[in-house]
């Protein structure tokens, strides 16, 4: 039973558009939701995380929005560029032990 | 310096044969595991090690046999293989589990085909 629900599968954007990918959970006592970014031939690579005591998190172009009564999580791809083009899986574990994954969403970035 | 290797990067091999993949990691890290990645990416936990002690063991067929010789390095050997063991398998480690990070640091993965 996947424990974190992903969406899109996948979506196309154009250079320089904004990319949203959203995650659901439903396990309560998750308290650390990180972003993975894999690409081709390589392994996830952790991106960005967020704890659910914050609403928002940004790091560069990419930004967590996080509503814990809503038990859903989203990543922003601003000013998205080619270089984004990859899978982006979301995740959510406690207190870091057993990381469940959504099931992924590849994302195209066309310049 | 590679943090997390594995090895063999591909492996290719018939119906009922056995095989391992190997994996070490120069992090210093006391956790290590085993995913499998399908053909749609689904990215699935098999096997955790925290200091050489199995930890997390989902439930994979008894033919999947994990060994943890020291906490720098982790095996996965597989036996009488199956079409469906066909994936992509991917070595991750993290720091113990109590840091509260999770943050794992996987290697490059090591595709298997069964024929």
């Known amino acids: 039973q996947q424990q974190v629900k992903q969406s899109p599968q996948s979506l196309i954007v154009q250079k320089g558009g904004i990319s949203i990918i959203n995650c659901a959970y439903e396990n309560t006592a998750f308290d650390y939701f990180p972003w993975y970014q894999q690409f081709p031939g390589k392994g996830p690579a952790l991106l960005i995380a967020?704890?659910?005591?914050?609403s928002e998190k940004k790091e560069g172009r990419f930004t967590i929005s996080f509503n814990k009564s809503a038990k859903q999580f989203s990543l922003h791809i601003m000013d998205s560029q080619p270089g984004d083009s990859a899978t982006y899986f979301c995740?959510?574990?406690?207190?870091?032990?057993?990381?469940?994954f959504g099931a992924g969403t590849t994302v195209t970035v066309r310049a | 310096d590679t943090a997390v290797s594995q090895t063999p990067k591909y492996l290719v091999t018939q119906m009922g044969n056995d095989k391992s993949i190997k994996c070490e990691q120069n992090?210093?890290?006391?956790?290590m595991y085993w995913y499998k990645q399908d053909s749609k990416k689904f990215l699935k936990i098999m096997f955790s090690y925290n200091n050489k002690e199995l930890i997390i063991n989902e439930t994979v067929p008894n033919r999947f046999s994990p060994k943890s010789p020291d906490k720098a390095h982790l095996n996965l050997h597989i036996n009488s293989l199956e079409l469906g063991d066909s994936a992509v398998y991917f070595c991750a480690s993290s720091p113990i589990a109590e840091k509260g990070t999770g943050e794992l640091f996987f290697g490059e993965g090591s595709r298997l085909t069964v024929l």
């Open positions: 967020i704890r659910p005591d914050v």
């Open positions: 992090l210093g890290h006391d956790t």
């Open positions: 995740a959510a574990s406690m207190r870091g032990y057993k990381l469940s």
